[in-house]
């Protein structure tokens, strides 16, 4: 799926830390990239529907449970499921708990 702004998607051939013209736009671009990162975020639990898709994802996930088994590699399985979402709930810890609290 391509975005509406996919100049900011280009990967940068070569990187001269040397010319500050060149430095400061990607100093923006990466800005704008994460603003529209958090925002696309904002809109999934900006609705109910994405409260429970991102509920059930991130249950899914593991994160809502401690898994303990004698079975180290489904232990290491279900630690790597909560590793991979966490960081999204710490997103959502910072970017949206103020929004919608009385949903």
Same mark, same amino acid.
């Given at each position: ?5 996919? +100049?900011? !998607?280009? $990967? &940068?051939?070569?990187?001269?830390? *040397?010319? @500050?013209?060149? &430095? #400061? +736009? @990607?100093?923006?671009? /990466?800005? &704008?990239?994460?603003?529209? @990162? =958090?925002?696309?975020?904002?809109? =999934?639990? *900006? ?5 429970l898709w991102m509920?059930?994802?991130?249950? /899914? ?5 401690? !898994?303990?088994?004698?079975? %180290?590699?489904? +232990? /290491?399985? #279900?630690?790597?499921? @909560?590793? %991979?979402?966490? $960081? ?5 810890? =910072?970017?949206?708990?103020? +929004?919608?609290?009385?949903?």
């Amino acid at each position: 799926m391509r975005s509406s702004t996919d +100049e900011l !998607d280009q $990967p &940068v051939d070569r990187q001269d830390a *040397g010319d @500050r013209k060149a &430095v #400061a +736009e @990607r100093e923006k671009r /990466a800005k &704008v990239r994460e603003a529209r @990162r =958090i925002n696309g975020l904002k809109q =999934i639990m *900006g609705s109910a529907d994405g409260r429970l898709w991102m509920w059930q994802f991130l249950s /899914a996930c593991g994160l809502f449970r401690v !898994d303990f088994t004698a079975n %180290a590699s489904k +232990e /290491a399985f #279900a630690l790597g499921m @909560r590793n %991979a979402g966490m $960081p999204i709930f710490a997103e959502i810890q =910072i970017h949206c708990m103020d +929004e919608n609290s009385g949903a």
